[in-house]
C-alpha cells in the first residue's frame, strides 16, 4: 500500500496545525496512520534552515533568497520524511508546502512562480501533494487568532502587513482555482470540529 500525501494550506491564524492533527486522530479511528509534519521544517536539517528563516530583521533575506532556502529545506523533508514514509504507506499531513512559497515568495514578493517551480523539480523531484487543503478565513480574523496566539513574537513573516497578507489571500485563492483536481477549498471560520469534518469529508474518495 502506498501513503497518500496531504498538505495544508492558508494564511496566518487558519487552524493548520490544530487541523493537522485532528485528521491524523480521525484517520487512525478509520485505521489509517498519518503523520504530522510542517515546512519549513519536518527533517533535522530542514529545522535547521527553518531557524534561519523565522528570525531576525525582516529584511534579513531577500525574497530570492527566501525561495532558495525554503526549497532546500523542503529538498531535505521529502527526501529524508515525506517519501520514505509515503513509500513504506504511511499518510503524511503537511501544515505547508510548495504553495506557501508561491504565494509569500512568489505573487506576494514578486520571485517568478517558474523560478520556484523549477527550484521544486530541482530539489524535490516536483513531488506534489494528492490533496491539498486551502483553509479559508478572511485575513483580519487570521490575524487577529494569530495575534492572540503569538503577541509579541510573531516571526518575520508573520509581522508583515495587512496588504501582504491579502495578497497571500488572493494567492492562495488563485491556485485552488487553477487547480481544482488537488485543491480544495474549506470554511476556516466554522468551528474546530465542523472544520475537521469538513476535511475528512474532502479526502473521503482517497480513503482505502
Ligand atoms: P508557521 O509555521 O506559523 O506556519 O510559519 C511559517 C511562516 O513561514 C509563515 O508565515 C509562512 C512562511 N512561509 C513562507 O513564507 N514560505 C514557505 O514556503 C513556507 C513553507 C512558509
Known amino acids: ?6 498538505s495544508l494550506e492558508g494564511g496566518e491564524g487558519a487552524g493548520k496545525s490544530t487541523q493537522a492533527r485532528a485528521m491524523a486522530d480521525a484517520l487512525a479511528e478509520r485505521g489509517v496512520h498519518a503523520i504530522v509534519t510542517r515546512e519549513p521544517g519536518g527533517s533535522e536539517g530542514a529545522e535547521a534552515i527553518r531557524a534561519l528563516l523565522m ?3 525582516v529584511r534579513r ?7 532558495l532556502l525554503f526549497a532546500a529545506a523542503r529538498a531535505d523533508h521529502v527526501e529524508k520524511v515525506i517519501r520514505p514514509a509515503i513509500g513504506a504507506g504511511t499518510w503524511v499531513i503537511c501544515d505547508r508546502y510548495l504553495d506557501s512559497t508561491r504565494a509569500y515568495q512568489g505573487v506576494a514578493s514578486g520571485v517568478d512562480d517558474a ?4 527550484l521544486h523539480g530541482f530539489g524535490s523531484k516536483g513531488l506534489l501533494p494528492d490533496r491539498t487543503f486551502l483553509l479559508d478565513l478572511p485575513t483580519g480574523e487570521g490575524a487577529r487568532r494569530a495575534g492572540a496566539r503569538d503577541g509579541a513574537g510573531a ?10 497578507h491579502d495578497a497571500v489571500a488572493r494567492a492562495f485563492d488563485g491556485f485552488a482555482t487553477a487547480e481544482p483536481d488537488r485543491f480544495r477549498r474549506i470554511d476556516a471560520s466554522a ?8 476535511l475528512l469529508d474532502a479526502l473521503s474518495d482517497l480513503l482505502p
Do not use: K, N, Y
Open 1 to 6: 500500500m502506498i501513503g497518500r500525501f496531504l
Open 55 to 57: 528570525h531576525g530583521d
Open 61 to 67: 533575506w531577500s525574497p530570492h533568497v527566501e525561495a
Open 115 to 118: 523560478a520556484i517551480l523549477a
Open 155 to 164: 516571526d518575520r513573516f508573520a509581522a508583515r502587513g495587512a496588504d501582504f
Open 191 to 198: 468551528a474546530p470540529e465542523q472544520v475537521t469534518a469538513a
